[in-house]
């Protein structure tokens, strides 16, 4: 059965997408079978894996009941790899949801207040059950709203990437409170942080072995050994439409990478 591992952080510029983006690359390189799911309405893992923003190939229609999620996948160049690509009109489905919360709210049946809460859980439902996959990742937007929430009750996991700055250190909390509310809850009680992966980490700065440390004493082992470093190389290949793997092979962002990938299979016993 693969594992749905939501990846999040409400704060921006971290490194979210290109974790995405990467991980999935490595993933496949490494011969796992990876559906990568962009719920960003500024769709750069779907830019950035080098396919076209195309109109109504997220999943708003499959919220809306107009298709199922299986209908939007679609291939992409690199080895292993799957996407459900995102575009503009995701946007939209922040306001439905928030429509949907507000009838739940004004008297709606049970039956409407579940689908408020699990409609992508229900429509993972054929990839969760059959062979297809390996594992699925899926890109969160960089925020805690109603998109985010209803990938962190779908998912088996929350993979948080955190820069290794303070601003970073002081919003993790928000997203781990809200994994910690979903589990005791009873909504998602099985629910589990996959890891922490350290980002834009710079060895030249007293600063970025600083909050690693920080991070490690607070997370244990649940931090990745593997540290993402701040590289040009890793920010230039998504406007080339690669991921590093294929943009630069052999460099430290690509190594990087791939000893992250190595962690996470073997996390997820893809070994």
């Avoid at 952080?9 to 999935?24: E, W, Y």
């Avoid at 229609?61 to 291939?75: D, F, R, Y």
């Avoid at 928030?98 to 809460?117: C, I, K, P």
């Avoid at 600083?210 to 244990?220: A, D, I, Q």
Wanted: aromatic share 6%.
């Amino acid at each position: 059965m693969p594992r749905v591992i939501a990846i999040a952080n409400q704060k921006g510029g971290v490194g979210k997408t290109t974790t995405a983006v990467n991980l999935s690359a490595c993933l496949g390189a490494l011969g796992k079978r990876v559906l990568l799911i962009d719920m960003d309405a500024q769709a750069n893992c779907t830019s950035g894996l080098g396919l076209e923003k195309t109109p109504n190939e997220s999943l708003y229609p499959v919220l809306l009941g107009e298709s199922t999620l299986e209908e939007k996948i679609k291939e992409t160049d690199y080895a292993g790899v799957s996407l459900i690509p995102s575009e503009f009109d995701l946007c939209a489905a922040e306001v439905e949801l928030a429509r949907m919360s507000f009838d739940v709210d004004n008297g709606e049946t049970d039956e409407n207040r579940e689908r408020h809460l699990t409609w992508l859980k229900e429509a993972l439902q054929p990839i969760v059950n059959g062979p297809r996959f390996d594992v699925v990742l899926i890109d969160c937007p960089p925020s805690l709203g109603k998109l985010t929430l209803s990938v962190l009750i779908a998912a088996h996991g929350l993979l948080i990437p955190l820069q290794c700055e303070y601003y970073s250190l002081e919003g993790i909390s928000s997203i781990t409170d809200l994994m910690e509310k979903l589990r005791t809850s009873g909504v998602n009680k099985n629910l589990e942080l996959t890891g922490v992966l350290m980002t834009m980490f710079d060895s030249r700065t007293n600063l970025s072995r600083l909050v690693v440390s920080e991070v490690r004493k607070h997370f244990g082992d649940k931090v990745f050994r593997t540290v993402i470093p701040r590289a040009t190389r890793v920010a230039e290949s998504p406007s080339h439409g690669k991921p590093i793997l294929y943009y630069d092979p052999y460099s430290a962002g690509s190594a990087a990478y791939e000893g992250t990938s190595k962690e996470l299979a073997k996390r997820l016993g893809l070994e």
